[in-house]
């Protein structure tokens, strides 16, 4: 029998700390005069004009103090909605606005939602409700989540793809959510981009001497040409696929995203579609494993290593490509 759905009901935020708790109506903070120095719209936090059920499914299974700020139901302009994770539970909390001013109960003292945010992230929430002695620490941000929309790829709709950048962004904040709150976090993933990144050098240097003990096979078998198939559909991807192994897979620009590609791989006779990112560190299925050069040495590594790393169903390498050297077109490969 499946769960019952989640039902959905505002805290009333009183400004009557409960007892046992620190705060009190001193730690409601006097008006600023300084600017802001984050805008609502530049918020990674905030997400504009989703639906409850939408605000709530992206903070299901997170733990306490993970939130977001979307508009409010009603779509009244300068009102809005901090959803937040607390007790195993979803909580809907209104944030107030009257002559310019912000807060979630009278008198209002902040003068913008993230001037808001920012105080309780360092305060916690028990001042209004006793129910809710939680500080919002674990910001869920709209461009880790962005590229999970379907309709941003059209016909490019990645299953793969959505799952294991659903799974990096759980984990990662569950990770944060060990470390205290003393500026140790950038540091902690600074050293742990760099120990990857390390580690995925050293794979690729052990890659170059296995192709190179095995003679110009495995090398020739990996050239672009065998795998890039530049623009192609979905449908067309799957048909060129139809009857391959397992591993057999091709690499395709997208036909609805600039700088973004898709790898179309056979896992156990079924066609999957992985989108493959594109930024400034590199190319790569999901963050922070977009370090890879070129598709080229994408295509390298996982053809000696498996893509469950990123998703247990896709626990497959690229082993064949599409085409073989000798007979595929050539089209242009970005580096």
Same mark, same amino acid.
């Given at each position: 029998?499946?769960?019952?759905?989640?039902?959905?009901?505002?805290i009333?935020?009183?400004?009557a700390?409960?007892?046992?708790?620190?705060?009190?109506?001193?730690?409601q903070?006097?008006?600023?005069?300084?600017?802001?120095?984050?805008?609502?719209?530049?918020?990674?936090?905030?997400?504009?004009?989703?639906s409850?059920?939408?605000?709530?499914?992206?903070?299901?299974?997170?733990?306490?103090?993970a939130?977001?700020?979307?508009?409010?139901?009603?779509?009244v302009?300068?009102?809005?909605?901090l959803t937040?994770?607390?007790?195993?539970?979803?909580?809907?909390?209104?944030?107030?606005?009257?002559?310019?001013?912000?807060?979630?109960?009278?008198?209002?003292?902040?003068i913008?939602?993230?001037?808001?945010?920012?105080?309780?992230?360092?305060?916690t929430?028990a001042?209004?409700?006793?129910?809710?002695?939680?500080?919002?620490t674990?910001p869920?941000?709209?461009?880790?989540?962005?590229q999970?929309t379907?309709?941003?790829?059209?016909?490019?709709v990645?299953?793969?793809?959505?799952?294991?950048?659903?799974?990096?962004?759980q984990?990662?904040?569950?990770e944060?959510?060990t +470390?205290?709150?003393?500026?140790?976090? #950038?540091?902690?993933?600074?050293? *742990?981009?760099? $120990? %990857?990144? /390390?580690?995925?050098?050293?794979?690729?240097?052990?890659?170059?001497?296995?192709?190179?003990?095995?003679?110009?096979?495995?090398?020739?078998?990996? +050239?672009?040409?065998s795998?890039?198939? #530049?623009?192609?559909s979905?449908? *067309?991807?799957? $048909? %060129?696929? /139809?009857?391959?192994?397992s591993?057999?897979?091709?690499?395709?620009?997208?036909?609805?995203?600039?700088?973004?590609?898709?790898?179309?791989?056979?896992?156990?006779?079924?066609?999957?579609?992985?989108?493959?990112?594109?930024?400034?560190?590199?190319?790569?299925?999901?963050e922070?494993?977009?370090?890879?050069?070129?598709l080229?040495?994408l295509?390298?590594?996982?053809?000696?290593?498996?893509?469950?790393?990123?998703?247990?169903?896709?626990?497959v390498?690229?082993?064949f490509p599409?085409?073989?050297p000798?007979?595929?077109?050539?089209?242009?490969?970005?580096s």
């Open positions: 029998m499946g769960s019952a759905p989640e039902l959905f009901f505002y009333e935020m009183n400004g700390g409960g007892a046992g708790t620190e705060n009190s109506a001193a730690d903070p006097a008006v600023k005069e300084a600017p802001p120095t984050l805008t609502l719209e530049d918020a990674e936090w905030y997400w504009g004009d989703i409850r059920e939408k605000a709530s499914e992206k903070l299901s299974g997170l733990p306490d103090g939130f977001l700020v979307r508009d409010a139901s009603n779509r302009p300068g009102q809005y909605t937040l994770r607390k007790d195993n539970c979803t909580r809907l909390v209104r944030i107030l606005h009257w002559d310019g001013l912000f807060g979630f109960c009278e008198p209002l003292t902040f913008s939602v993230p001037d808001l945010i920012a105080h309780h992230q360092q305060h929430l001042h209004y409700n006793p129910t809710l002695d939680v500080t919002l674990l869920i941000s709209r461009y880790t989540q962005s999970e379907s309709d941003q790829c059209d016909d490019d990645y299953d793969s793809c959505a799952e294991i950048r659903q799974e990096m962004q984990r990662k904040i569950l944060t959510s +470390e205290d709150q003393c500026g140790l976090q #950038g540091s902690a993933e600074e050293k *742990e981009q760099q $120990e %990857l990144k /390390e580690r995925l050098c050293v794979e690729d240097e052990q890659r170059c001497e296995d192709d190179g003990d095995g003679g110009d096979e495995g090398v020739r078998c990996l +050239e672009e040409a795998w890039f198939v #530049g623009n192609l979905r449908a *067309e991807a799957e $048909e %060129l696929l /139809e009857g391959k192994p591993g057999a897979f091709l690499i395709r620009s997208s036909s609805s995203k600039k700088d973004c590609y898709a790898c179309s791989v056979v896992v156990n006779d079924e066609v999957r579609h992985c989108m493959i990112l594109h930024t400034p560190r590199g190319f790569g299925f999901a922070p494993y977009d370090l890879h050069g070129s080229k040495a295509v390298q590594h996982y053809h000696r290593t498996s893509l469950a790393q990123h998703n247990r169903a896709l626990d390498r690229l082993a599409v085409h073989t000798h007979t595929a077109h050539t089209p242009s490969v970005p």
